[in-house]
């Protein structure tokens, strides 16, 4: 198998597996030591697994899966596959947004907001300070 000069970093279906891994074990408030105790491993394999520094094998995956009280197929749930480069970096980004822990718990407090135009009023500040401009529109010096 050729592996291209713009093949940099984990494959990005392990990027999106090791996501879906952390995801799963936030929302059900298990710890990285107590899914490796789970099945078999360190806490720092599991953390290597969550980043996509190491692929998860299948009997792991599915070791996990139990664990996780899900079922194997969930952590390619999502993934689209993304061909382009364009979206390979998006998606990239976006996974990176997510690994980080501001990140997860951002995405985590936002889902739980329960009305859709405060949701959106959220969403518009978060476009303000990403432009780095005040809500009247002009921009921002620190």
Same mark, same amino acid.
């Given at each position: 198998?050729? @592996? %291209?000069?713009?093949?940099?970093? *984990?494959? *990005?279906?392990?990027? #999106?597996?090791? =996501?879906? +891994? %952390?995801?799963? &074990?936030?929302?059900?408030?298990?710890?990285?030591? @107590?899914?490796?105790?789970? +099945?078999?491993?360190?806490?720092?394999?599991?953390? @290597?697994?969550?980043?996509?520094?190491?692929? /998860?094998?299948?009997?792991?995956?599915?070791?996990?899966? &139990?664990?996780?009280?899900?079922?194997?197929?969930?952590?390619?749930?999502?993934?689209?596959?993304?061909?382009?480069? %364009?979206? &390979?970096?998006?998606?990239?980004? /976006?996974?990176?947004?997510?690994?980080? *822990?501001?990140?997860?718990?951002?995405?985590?407090?936002?889902?739980?907001?329960?009305?859709? @135009?405060?949701?959106?009023?959220? =969403?518009? =500040? /978060?476009? /303000? =300070?990403?432009?780095?401009?005040? *809500?009247?529109?002009?921009?921002? #010096?620190?």
């Amino acid at each position: 198998m050729d @592996k %291209r000069a713009d093949d940099v970093g *984990p494959n *990005p279906i392990d990027r #999106h597996v090791g =996501l879906r +891994i %952390r995801m799963r &074990r936030k929302e059900l408030g298990v710890s990285q030591e @107590k899914l490796a105790e789970a +099945i078999g491993l360190t806490f720092q394999q599991v953390q @290597k697994y969550e980043r996509a520094a190491n692929r /998860v094998s299948a009997s792991k995956l599915w070791e996990m899966a &139990r664990a996780l009280n899900t079922n194997p197929g969930y952590f390619y749930e999502g993934f689209g596959g993304a061909t382009g480069a %364009r979206e &390979r970096q998006a998606t990239a980004e /976006v996974q990176d947004f997510l690994m980080s *822990p501001e990140g997860m718990e951002l995405a985590t407090a936002y889902a739980r907001i329960g009305r859709p @135009k405060l949701r959106r009023k959220v =969403l518009e =500040l /978060v476009r /303000v =300070l990403a432009d780095g401009r005040s *809500p009247s529109g002009a921009a921002d #010096h620190d």
